[in-house]
């Protein structure tokens, strides 16, 4: 299956990133993807920019070297109330928006409860699309309750494919369970490559091994198409 769309991938400004957004779009162009987020992270990420960074992402163009861009940021959950750190005007015009969770930002720790809460929390915020990389071991979650809640709020949860090659190690575990529960309820996944540097864009392989070992129904990867993703994003109010 080709895939043609990767929502998750940062730049420079994120600062700990290594490539511009222009080189990021080349670079999706070469390697044939339809689509590409720009998700930068938010505020509370040590060397993230300031929040009119967001705000004025309005002034880049739809279109860059024949890929669709979508202009919108990887936002942090900051406590247990699923709070996040950018304020509700600028959520609103973003294109897409990342929820996650990060340990510069949220203290890891073994408690379910609260990180389930945290998650399902801030799927109350309907300026949120996508789950980040809740598979991570640090923030251990009840994964059947967060999959249930993506189903009822109309929300992607994220196969991260950075997960299992770069960072958070030992994520494999929980993120197949999160599959194989999203094949059970019918809740949609998107593959996402968590790119901070343009070689990682579209790179999914290890998140994809991990699909087709519980043989995952190739209509609940929102990654298949472009027109299916931005019917996604027009059901949650955003026109593209």
Known sequence: ????LDMHTHTIASGHAYTTILENAKHASE???????TTD???????????WYFGNLKVMPRELYGVTMLYGCEANIID????IDLPVEIQEKLDIMIASMHEPVMESNENRDLNTSAFL????????H????????????????????AKEKNILLEINNSSFTRSRVGSDKTCTKIAQLCKEYGTKIILNSDAHSCFHIGVFD??????????????LIINR???????FLKEKGKQI
């Open 206 to 219: 290890a998140a994809v091994k991990i699909l087709k070992q519980i043989d995952m129904p190739e209509e």
């Open 225 to 231: 198409s472009k027109t299916e993703f931005l019917n």
């Open 130 to 149: 996508i789950i980040g990389h809740s598979g991570n071991p640090r923030f251990p979650i009840y994964e059947e309750e967060l999959v249930k809640k």
């Open 121 to 128: 929390k801030a799927m109350e915020n309907p300026n949120v």
């Open 80 to 83: 247990y109330e699923g709070n």
């Open 41 to 51: 992270h938010a505020p509370s990420m040590p060397g993230a920019p300031h929040e």
């Open 1 to 4: 299956m080709k895939y043609v």
């Open 31 to 37: 390697i044939g993807l339809q689509l590409l987020g």
